[in-house]
Nanobody
Framework: VQLQASGGGLVQAGGSLRLSCAASGRTFSPYAMGWFRQAPGKEREIVSAINWSGLSTYYADSVKGRFTISRDNANNTVNLQMNSLKPEDTAAYYC?????????????????WGQGTQVTVSS
């Protein structure tokens, strides 16, 4: 599975961005998807995750109520709508795919990773 993330950019605090991740390759198997982020000097952390059906989602406490994850299995895409962005959301954002239908909040559980897309939120 190859993952291509896009949609990052520079935005002012309070603004919005929509990240997208397109999957290609062996996408007929069920995969849970996750978004992670890593700021300079910090460890990679989970932002959000979604199961294969899209009916179960997870959000880190820091983004609850501001970010929304969704997926379109017909088009092999997963999106992360980010609203009310804060400077502390600045990081490289990575999408990841985990074999199986259930999501995990642990990065080690994910089998495939896309390249990062940079999100920079100015104050």
């Amino acid at each position: 599975v190859q993952l291509q993330a896009s949609g990052g950019g520079l935005v002012q605090a309070g603004g919005s961005l929509r990240l997208s991740c397109a999957a290609s390759g062996r996408t007929f198997s069920p995969y849970a998807m996750g978004w992670f982020r890593q700021a300079p000097g910090k460890e990679r952390e989970i932002v959000s995750a979604i199961n294969w059906s899209g009916l179960s989602t997870y959000y880190a406490d820091s983004v609850k109520g501001r970010f929304t994850i969704s997926r379109d299995n017909a088009n092999n895409t997963v999106n992360l709508q980010m609203n009310s962005l804060k400077p502390e959301d600045t990081a490289a954002y990575y999408c990841a795919a985990k074999k199986g239908s259930s999501w995990s909040s642990g990065a080690l559980a994910y089998d495939y990773w896309g390249q990062g897309t940079q999100v920079t939120v100015s104050s």
